[in-house]
Structures are given as structure tokens and as C-alpha cells.
């Protein structure tokens, strides 16, 4: 009965590493396709800096490094994908890159102990950072036979409110992939129809 009970245990144990290891890898028959998001109307609030950094609310999988979003609205997306990060509007005036370096990318932030979360929180508390968009993604997966090649997400952001999802959604498609997957079958299968009906 111990061994049974001992197997038992030992195999959740096996189950749960695999699964652990698993949900970082592409599924069969699936791809890996990239996402950018973009805030759209960065321009008309052109006094704040806006950077994408961990949530405040909670942790998470893993600290996502300081990063600066760039003049043409282009979200960075170098971030592990099951990070879920915000992004913050601060005023240029608050805005204290020195203060903030160790948290940014390169910097040792990540590297200073259990503390760093909390160091963090009230860091971006002190340069008074409002969260304007929330639990952002940076890859999905999709069947190996979509013609989806990636993805853009466009957020319209507001200084009274957190967005949680895009307001609009492009995609970018390889065609080809239709003739592929669909095309050659229909073809080949005319095809066939043809060369039964000319035997009759």
C-alpha cells in the first residue's frame, strides 16, 4: 500500500514538472505568432512619459524590466510572455530615469533580493506612475495552417481610465497559405473528379 501511495505521489510530482515545462513550448501543429501593440494617440498627451513595467497589483510569473515606450506609440515587447505587464503614464516633470535605472533594462534591480518588488512599487509610487493599460501580450499561438502571420493591437489610451484590451486588431496574412491548405485539395480534387467521370 506504500509503494502504491508512493507511486501515486511521485507520478502527480512527474505530471506537474511536465506540465511546468510544457506551457512554455508551442503545442504541435501549432505556431508561434508575434503580437505589437501600439497606443495610437500617444500624441495628444505629449507631457507624460510613458514606460511598460510589472503590474502594481500583483507580481506575477516573473518582473518585467523598465522599458520606455517609444515617440511613435510602439509598446515594447521583450518581456517574458506569461508576464502580463501594465503600462504607466508619468509627467515628464516626475519622470526620474536616474531614481528608476536600476529597475530598467540592464539595470540590477532583479538582482537585489526578495525586497525588489516592494522597492519597485513604491518607486513608481514616488514618481507618481498611473497605470493606463493592463495585462498586456506579446505572442500567441495559432494552428500551424492559419494564414495569420501577426498581429497588431491598437489601444487608444486615457489618462481617467486602465485599458484592458485593444480597441482595434490587425492582422497581417500570408495568402498563400489559403492556396496552400485549401487550393491544392480543391484542385486535386476536381482533379479527381475529372479523371473518374472520363473513364465512365
Keep these: 500500500m506504500k509503494k502504491l501511495a508512493l507511486s501515486f505521489v511521485l507520478g502527480l510530482i512527474i505530471l506537474s514538472i511536465v506540465n511546468f ?24 498627451f505629449s507631457d507624460y512619459v510613458y514606460i511598460i513595467g510589472s503590474s502594481l497589483e500583483n507580481r506575477g510569473p516573473g518582473m518585467v524590466q523598465i522599458q520606455v515606450v517609444g515617440a511613435d ?4 515587447n ?7 505587464p501594465s503600462v504607466f503614464a508619468i509627467q515628464k516633470e516626475k519622470w526620474d530615469e536616474e531614481k528608476m535605472a536600476k529597475f530598467m533594462e540592464g539595470g540590477d534591480g532583479f538582482e537585489s533580493g526578495e525586497n525588489v518588488y516592494e522597492e519597485y512599487r513604491l518607486a513608481m509610487e514616488s514618481i507618481g506612475a498611473k497605470e493606463v493599460i493592463k ?31 485593444p480597441d482595434s486588431v490587425k492582422n497581417e496574412r500570408n495568402y498563400w497559405k489559403y492556396f496552400f491548405f485549401l487550393g491544392i485539395p480543391l484542385i486535386a480534387l476536381v482533379f479527381i473528379i475529372l479523371k473518374i467521370r472520363s473513364k465512365k
Aim: charged share 30%; glycine share 4%.
Design 78 to 84: 521583450e518581456y517574458y510572455k506569461f508576464s502580463s
Design 21 to 44: 515545462i510544457s506551457a512554455d513550448v508551442i503545442l504541435p501543429g501549432y505556431k508561434s505568432i508575434s503580437i505589437e501593440n501600439k497606443i495610437t494617440n500617444i500624441k495628444d
Design 73 to 76: 506609440g510602439i509598446i515594447p
Design 135 to 165: 495585462d498586456l501580450d506579446n505572442v500567441m499561438q495559432s494552428p500551424e495552417t492559419s494564414a495569420k502571420e501577426s498581429e497588431v493591437s491598437e489601444i487608444v489610451i486615457e489618462l481617467e481610465g486602465v485599458k484592458e484590451e
